[in-house]
C-alpha cells in the first residue's frame, strides 16, 4: 500500500472511524488527543484496502458506529 491512499483509522478511544491519509492529531468524534489504529483492511476476505477491517472495528451491537470519507 503507498504511503499517500487513504487508510481507516479508528479511535481507540470512542472508537470513531474515519477514511484519511493520515491519522488526525484530534479526534472529529471526541475531539480530544486519541491514539488511531489503522483498520485498513488488507485481506481479500473483508473486501481489501476500500474496506475497514471488521476484526479491528466490531464491538458490542449497542454501540453506533460513526463513519465518515
Same mark, same amino acid.
Given at each position: 500500500m503507498e504511503a499517500l491512499e487513504e487508510r481507516w483509522w479508528f479511535c481507540s478511544e470512542c472508537r470513531y *472511524? *474515519?477514511?484519511a491519509r493520515?491519522?488526525?492529531? +484530534?479526534c %472529529?468524534? #471526541?475531539g480530544a488527543k486519541c491514539s488511531f489504529v489503522d483498520a485498513t483492511c488488507y485481506t %481479500?476476505? #473483508?473486501g481489501g484496502p476500500?474496506? /475497514? +477491517? /471488521? *476484526?479491528?472495528v466490531c464491538? %458490542?451491537?449497542s454501540q453506533p458506529r460513526q463513519w465518515i470519507r
Open positions: *472511524l *474515519l477514511q493520515w491519522a488526525p492529531q +484530534d %472529529p468524534g #471526541c %481479500p476476505e #473483508c476500500r474496506n /475497514p +477491517d /471488521p *476484526l479491528i464491538g %458490542p451491537a
